[in-house]
């Protein structure tokens, strides 16, 4: 068991209110978890066997727990399910962006012991005198992640969500609180939610790294736009062949871009490389290659962050969606497309590897002229300059020699470009002008060079 297992698994059993300052990616979830699943269980020892005639409402509910982001709850509610696989226990998921009137139809049809639930989605249903979700014997209060439900300006909702359950004078009931930071707010929050005799119980250690003062982190500036793409596709390239000479682990990265037109362009294009013929399979094979952003419908989202997690090696096209809460095991790379919009946005992406005990590498990709407000807005973090990356040198508006193998990079990642529609690119140009603001002056022109060296464009989009 990990740190924060060992130490709140044991006393939650014992139905003490808990706050447990641990990051994600340290087995917190389980932590969690199976003291409430147990208490339910003591409290209604029926449930623990499985009867095909017993029958659950959607006032059943015995426990709630609250998750600041739709993917980290579906991710909850998936362990929570597997956990409760040969028991009577129902587990159903609440969150945004899913049809409300589909998880009501089929909470009324199956019933509800856990419910995992985003804050918005969960206020709706308790405030919604239609719905029937109610919790009158409430066993169990989650809230996952805390600083970042207040941080998500959930606060108000968090606030009602309490005011609607029973009073704890009324019906007693155990909670626990999760949180990477324990600032005032959360403290505030304590006081309100937990009983006074609550246990604080510390995982990070004084001392300890962060993810981001930890992994390795290297910056790669680059001449044009034009040459992101190739460079991503020779450091893929270059950890695989490491790989299957024996060096380092299955190469495993998730690519964030900063808008969902970028990922779209980038996914296709690595999607239409192939070694050649029109059947053939991608150089980067056995690679999965795959996207994710906040258009796909949720169903999608989660068939592909679940072939991702099991993946063994894989490249993933990403927006933020995935950049807080979620765990993804065995991430050896994260690379960022592009200078984020500030330090924290870069150090949430950087946490998505290196996890736990696991080693990981970063890589930030911007063009030459974003080097000094990559300076200033990482100061202070261990990153450092990368020239190793072939691609990365090249100046793609002039004819020179080059080496057979970056050649056939730029010629595959050029005629894999070709097969995006000009919509697509479009769109990727107009994501990427919103971004270009730490390019200065020039940020027109360098887009311009983007369209015609990297695209083949003899006019810019208008």
Known sequence: MTDVQTLTINQGLEGVDIIAQARTGTGKTIGFLIPTVQNILTKIPELAQRNKYSRARASDIQAIIISP???????????????????????????????????????????????????????????????????????????????????????????????????????????????ATVPRAVMHLVKDTLKPDFHFVQTVKEGDLATHQKVP????????????????????????????????LPFKAIIYFQSTANVELAYRTFDNLTDGGRFTKSPLYPAEISQIHGKLTQERRGKVTENFRRAKSALLFSTDVTARGMDFPNVTHVIQYGLPENREQYIHRIGRTGRGDKTGTGYLLIHDSEMNAATNQLRKIPIEIDESLQCSKVDMTQDAQLPADVANILSAIGQA?????????????????????????????????????????????H
């Open 69 to 179: 982001t739709r993917e980290l709850a579906e991710q909850i509610a998936t362990e929570a399910a597997k956990l409760t696989r040969n028991t009577d226990l129902i587990v159903q998921v609440a969150v945004g962006g899913n049809s409300k009137r589909e998880m009501l139809k089929k909470t009324r049809r199956e019933g509800c012991h856990i419910l995992v639930a985003t804050p918005g989605r969960l206020n709706d249903l308790l405030t919604d005198p239609y719905s029937g979700i109610r919790a009158p014997q409430l066993t169990t209060l989650v809230l996952d992640e805390a600083d970042r439900l207040l941080d998500d300006g959930f606060s108000r909702d968090i606030e009602a969500i309490i005011n609607l359950l029973p009073r704890r004078e009324e019906v007693d009931r155990q909670t626990l609180m999760f949180s």
């Open 217 to 248: 982190q290297k910056v790669v500036a680059m001449p044009g736009i034009e040459n992101f793409l190739p460079t991503i596709f020779e450091l893929a390239k270059r950890q695989m062949d490491l790989h299957a000479k024996g060096e380092g």
């Open 417 to 461: 470009g070709k097969a995006v529609d000009r919509d697509t690119k479009q769109a990727a140009f107009m994501g990427m002008l919103n971004a270009a603001k730490n390019m200065g002056r020039g940020a027109i022109g360098i887009m311009n060079q983007w369209t015609k060296y990297g695209w083949g464009w003899e006019e810019p989009p």
